[in-house]
Each structure stands twice: as C-alpha cells, then as structure tokens.
C-alpha cells in the first residue's frame, strides 16, 4: 500500500466499531421490546391485557344499575396432565360496577403434591382493562396435596366503562402444572417441594 | 489503466500464496473470498434443493408415500434455514464481497481478516445445523420461524439450532460490518455516494438492515435458550411470559431479512437490465431512494406475519396499511426497469433473460404480497399454500434468478472466459418454465384451502400437487445444467476481452478479464 492511498482511502475501522456497537445495541433492543411488549399491552390494552394484581374493589363506582352483561367462564389445563379443572358455574348475568364472586373447581389427580399457577384471560381483548378481579386464585401459585379437589373463588366486577358494544365478556383460565420448574422464582417451601418431587412422574 | 499495469507489474508477490489449502483456508483476498461464499452457497443450493425434492416427492400423491410425517417436518424446516441461511445470503454475500471493491476501485475489503473470519464461521454453523439430521429425534422440526413452545420439544437438535443460528447471525453481521466499512471508506476518489452502482448502494441498505435485525433474532433465539435451560419465562405463559411475544420479536427480525434477501437482487438487475438495454437506468436518484425507503417500512410492517394472533383492529389495520405502503417504493423500481428496457436496443443474453424474468416475476410474487396484506383476507391466506407460492415467487424466481442472472453477467469478468450462451439460454428456459409449473399451481391449492407444512392431502388437491411435483423435479435437474455451465465457463471457453458486453458501463470492466488477484492498488480517477 503506498502512502497516497492510505491518504485518500480510510481503513475503515471506526466505522466498523460503531457498527459494531449498532449490533450490541440491537441485541438489547430485542430484549427491551419484553418490558416494552408488556407495557404497551398494559396501556393500550392490546393483547387482551389482564392484570394479574387485584385492584381496589368498585367503591362509589357511578354505574348504570339497569345495564346488564354476561360473563362466561372456561378453564383448561395446559397440555395433557392429570388434572380436572372447571368453572362451577358457565356463565353470570353481571351489572358493571357491582362485586361478584365465582368458583373454579381443580382437582390435581397425581397422587404426589404438585404447584400449578393459574393464568387468567379476558376476551375479547377491548374488555381485558375492564375487568377488575379484588380477589383471585390466580394471583399466587396454589399448592395441591395428592388427589385434592378444591374450590377456588374469584372476586371480581366489571368497570362501568365497558365499551357498550361488549355484550359478552369471557373469563377463561389455563392451569399450569408448575413442579416441573417452570418458573424462575420460587420461595422457599416451593423450591423444596420442586427438589422433592418425584422425577418419575413427568 | 494505470492501475491495472501497476498490478501486473507487481504480480510476482502479490498473486495467491502457493498451496491449495494456504490458499483457500487462510486467504485475506476479496476475490477469493467471494468465490468461496459463492461455492459454499450453491452448495448449500443443492442441499436444500435435494430437501425440496423430498417435499415435493411426498406430496406427488396424497397419502404418506415416501418418508414418515417427521422427518417431513425436518424437510420443511430444514429446506427453509438452508436456503435462506445457506444458500441466498451467501450468495449475496459473495457476490459482495467480489463486486463491491471492484466496483467501487478499492484494492480490498475494509476488514479483510474479518472477513475471513466471517466466511469460515458459516461451514462450522452448518456442520451444527446439519448434524442434527444424524441425532436421535432428528433436524428440527418445527418451522423455520423457530415458534415457541413447540420449538421447545425438539429434543437434542434444540441447542444445536440456537447454537447454528447464533454462529451464522455472528457471520453475516461481521460481513455486513465489513461491507458498511468498505463502502463508506474505501471508495476512489470521485466516487461520490450517487455515483456507486446500484449494487453498492443496495448492498449498503441490505447490510444496514443486517446489523440492525440479525441481533435481535440472535436475541430471540437467546430467550428461547433461556427458557429452555435456565427457568426463565419470556414466552411460558406460566410463568407470565407470552409465546405471542416471540413472533413479534421473530418478526421485527423476519420482516427486515426478508428484503435482506432481495434489495441485492435488486442491485443486480439494476446493473444488467441497463447493460443489455445500451441505456443508462431510468431514474437512477429514485432506486436509491426506492431502496431505502423499502428498507425503512420493513421495520414497520412485521404484524402481516401475524393476523391470525388475536391482533385488536388497530392493530390490523395498521400493519395492513403499512404494508400495502411497500407496494409503492417496489412499484418505483419496477416501473424504472421497465423504462430502462423502454426503446433501448435490447439484446436477449442469458443474465438479461434472467433478469427480464426477475421482473415479471417478482411482480407475481409481489401482487399476491399484496394480495396477503389485506388483513380481512390473509384470515383465510394464512399458512396455506397460496403463502407457500407468494413467498417462492419473491425468493426463487425473484433472488435466486437474480443471483443466476449475476454468476452469468460476471462469470466472465472472474474467469476470463464466456460462458456456453446457448446451454444458458437452455437453463434459463428449463428453470423459467419449471419454476412455473412448479409454484403457480400452489397459488390455486392455497386458495381452495391446503394447508402448507403438510406431508398429506385430501384428494381434491391430487392434480395440482402432481403438476407441482413434475415442475419441482424438472427445476431441480435444471440446476445440475447450471452447475455444468459454471465448471465448463471456469475450465476454459472463448476469452472474454475486459468490457464483456457491449453496452458494459463501470469501473469492474475496466478490468483485464479474468481480473488480476490484486485490482486498484492506486485508486482509479473517477469522473
């Protein structure tokens, strides 16, 4: 290479460093749109959105007393364990803006003790904000003991602010059995529980 | 001219370093680079291509005939991270990494040990790829798009797919680095950004659009690992994740990489077209602006991937308008080609038969992409064949003839002999017809309703898929005509003078043909 070129033709490496910090960048980037993902559907809604916190319960709510909704209830497990798992009643005639109560029924048919967290989901998605649980099964992980059935209640009412062309809003729960080790942060009694379970009966 | 002496005269150290194996294996130089990138992706071209012909031998007639519906699976998925890992984007790369310097009047690459680096990482991510083939449970077998949670389940191959897909992420990064670095610094001296080929421009956009989305899937596929391994939760709904999530942020990723794999073919026909028409291209200034303005939608478009997730209407409607917004800038390009061809003295070589052929097309391909981004519709397009038909129309008749229509136009630039125009013009006609009888009846299966990703079908579909079949089998053996004409143009044949075409404009055929190891030591004087 003579000296001339090296004069008229950059080597180029700057641009490549910050290249390069473009592809670092992006790579977090991919991982920002989680929390990003989870805040948008949380604002807009999106996704058909719930909250899995309990919220303060309808209060001084102003509703319309004579506005009437259904609210249907499903539950599934996820994938093919041996569980049961059914709402006890199929569907409510609610009025926006007052409390009610609902009971699931699950039963764990393994005859060891297992942990399953419930995860709940509105549709259509429009009225995921709207509706508002105070309190939930679903909101921390439930233990089971071997072949115990179980009714679970959930407190919940819908937001007055419901778009009135929702008629019909469906609650639906997936129950997940979670001994396995699904998920990251167990306290202490559950991490235990997983240590002790039983390796043969995946 | 000065520079091409210059090289001959100091071709005595500067040719390849003896020995096969120094040579190939350690090579810093662009040219031999670029044609290393270019064997290892037809032969990636033919490895896939064999998996293709699995597929289309299975569904010749309904039932299970050949191969069990598992190792279908493996086809599909593994015919996809082929050929588009494999086979088109080091294709592209190559053609790159042997065009851009010339084309430009640098000596090298930028970053030519990185570039080495980049090249080898790709045999060690397909030797991990490909050995899943021989583990127990086999290649991975659910889709190339890699959704959670089936991707899950794979078993063995799981970890060897992250681990390919990091390695060959890795090494198109590196490569599109080296392409940004080159471009924007190495350029001779006149050479202003509006004055580069088409190629270099494209290039330039394409590996933007590399550094910018090839991280992220790599990020994506770290999740999947993540969870797999390490008890996270980003797509297990247990644990508060949303598999959803994975296919918006596979798609911000998929949506960009999928013009990754044509704004180079682009590139191409804008330098053959003009050269058979004896025109220079029609509206030069808007190709460029069309490229990138393309390369600036593809990052807002991903959701047309993804009507059928439960997407709310706002939603809908805006990835659908989006997309439909693509069709603008593409139909600049289109529309420019065609001018270009407009009252021009046109001869019909076999890189302008390719190219003239991308054209039309790539236009069929890209109406049905239309067609598709009507979210009310792609309801019932969605994962059928008609999808199948789109998106082989834009990559097969659309990249791949554009990398046939390049070896063609170049070949003889690299050689330094023509290649048998009559056996071109042979393929070009085989492919050309085949690739039709092969995928347009897969538009007709799409409509009336088969699903794609299928080793069986009901009857109804018998006719098609046979003729489909017959055109799939016919392309394949076509290629073999392709790789004959190659081995035939390398090995000797009439000397190609330095321009090649008449109608040749550019610094690459001020060349001596084949070009000398080492071109433009001194920058060449633009005008």
Not at chain 2, 103 to 122: E, V, Y
Not at chain 2, 487 to 492: E, L, S
């Amino acid at each position: 290479m003579t000296e001339e070129t090296t004069i008229q033709r950059r080597s180029g490496g700057r641009t490549a460093a910050k290249m390069a910090l473009v592809a670092v960048g992006m790579f977090g980037f991919g991982f920002a749109m989680v929390p990003a993902y989870q805040v948008f559907c949380e604002v807009t809604g999106f996704n058909g959105f719930v909250s899995n916190e309990a919220s303060a319960g309808p209060g001084d709510m102003e509703y319309d007393p004579d506005r009437k909704v259904t609210v249907e209830f499903v539950a599934t497990v996820n994938g093919s364990q041996p569980w049961t798992f059914r709402p006890k009643q199929s569907r409510m005639e609610v009025t926006p803006g007052e409390l009610y109560t609902a009971y699931f029924v699950a039963e764990n048919q393994y005859e060891g003790s297992t942990v399953s967290q419930i995860i709940p989901s509105v549709a259509p998605g429009t009225a995921g904000r709207h509706f508002k649980k105070t309190e939930c099964f679903c909101f921390t992980e439930q233990r089971f003991a071997g072949s115990e059935q179980r009714k679970m209640p959930v407190t919940f009412f819908v937001d007055p602010a419901l778009p009135e062309r929702n008629q019909t809003v469906t609650l639906s729960y997936t129950l997940f059995d979670i001994r396995d080790g699904d998920l990251p942060e167990y306290d202490e009694e559950a991490a235990e529980l997983h240590a002790g379970a039983p390796q043969s009966a995946d | 001219m000065t520079a091409t002496t210059h090289d001959t005269h100091d071709a005595h150290h500067h040719g390849p370093p003896p020995g096969f194996f120094k040579r190939w294996l350690f090579t810093t130089n662009h040219k031999d680079l670029g044609v290393l990138y270019m064997v290892f992706g037809l032969l990636m071209f033919f490895i896939g291509g064999a998996m293709a012909m699995v597929i289309r031998a299975e569904l010749f007639q309904p039932g299970l005939n050949l191969v069990d519906p598992h190792f279908f699976n493996q086809m599909t998925t593994m015919h996809a991270l082929v050929m588009i890992f494999g086979a088109v984007m080091p294709a592209f790369t190559g053609l790159a990494n042997w065009l851009i310097p010339v084309q430009i009047g640098a000596p090298d690459m930028a970053l030519p040990r990185i570039n080495n680096w980049a090249f080898w990482l790709l045999p060690a991510g397909f030797v991990l790829l490909l050995a899943t083939l021989f583990l127990p449970g086999g290649a991975p077998a659910g889709g190339w798009t890699m959704y959670p949670p089936l991707v899950l389940q794979l078993g063995d191959s799981f970890p060897f797919l992250i681990l390919a897909v990091h390695i060959l992420g890795i090494s198109s990064i590196m490569g599109s680095i080296n392409i940004v670095a080159t471009i924007l610094n190495m350029r001779a001296p006149g050479m202003t950004l509006m004055k580069m080929p088409m190629f270099v421009w494209a290039w330039l956009i394409t590996a933007f659009l590399i550094v910018a989305v090839m991280p992220v899937l790599a990020g994506a596929v770290t999740m999947l690992l993540t969870d797999q391994y390490f008890g996270t939760s980003f797509f297990s709904a247990a644990g508060g994740g949303d598999p959803v999530m994975f296919q918006h942020i596979f798609w911000f990723f998929g949506h960009p990489e999928v013009y990754i794999l044509i704004l180079p073919a682009f590139g191409i026909v804008s330098a053959i077209i003009p050269t058979f028409a004896r025109k220079p291209l029609f509206g030069y200034s808007s190709m460029v602006y069309a490229t990138a303005s393309i390369a600036f939608l593809s990052f807002i478009v991903w959701g047309h991937h993804m009507f059928t997730v439960g997407m709310p209407l706002a939603g809908q409607l805006f990835f659908m308008y989006a997309t439909m917004l693509v069709a603008v800038p593409t139909g600049v390009k289109i529309f420019n080609w065609m001018a270009t061809m407009w009252q021009g003295s046109m001869t019909f070589e076999t890189p302008m038969l390719f190219s003239i052929a991308f054209v039309l097309l790539f236009t069929i391909g890209g109406l049905s992409g239309v067609m598709l981004a009507l979210a009310p519709v792609d309801l019932q397009y969605h994962d059928t064949y008609f999808v199948v038909a789109h998106f082989h129309y834009v990559l097969v008749t659309g990249a791949v003839f554009s990398i046939m229509a390049a070896v063609y136009f170049w070949l003889p630039k690299w050689t330094g002999h023509m290649y048998d125009e009559k056996l071109g013009k042979w393929h070009f006609w085989l492919s050309t017809i085949s690739v039709n009888v092969l995928f347009f009846p897969q538009h007709f299966l799409g409509l009336a309703g088969m699903p794609r990703r299928i080793p069986d079908y009901a009857v109804q579909f018998a006719e098609f898929n046979m003729i489909s079949s017959i055109g799939g089998f016919v392309f394949g053996l076509a290629q073999l005509l392709f790789v004959y004409i190659i081995v035939k143009c390398v090995r000797g044949g009439q000397k190609a003078s330095s321009g090649v075409w008449e109608g040749a404009k550019g610094l690459e055929w001020t060349l001596p043909s084949p070009a000398p190891y080492h071109t433009f030591e001194t920058p060449p004087a633009v005008k």
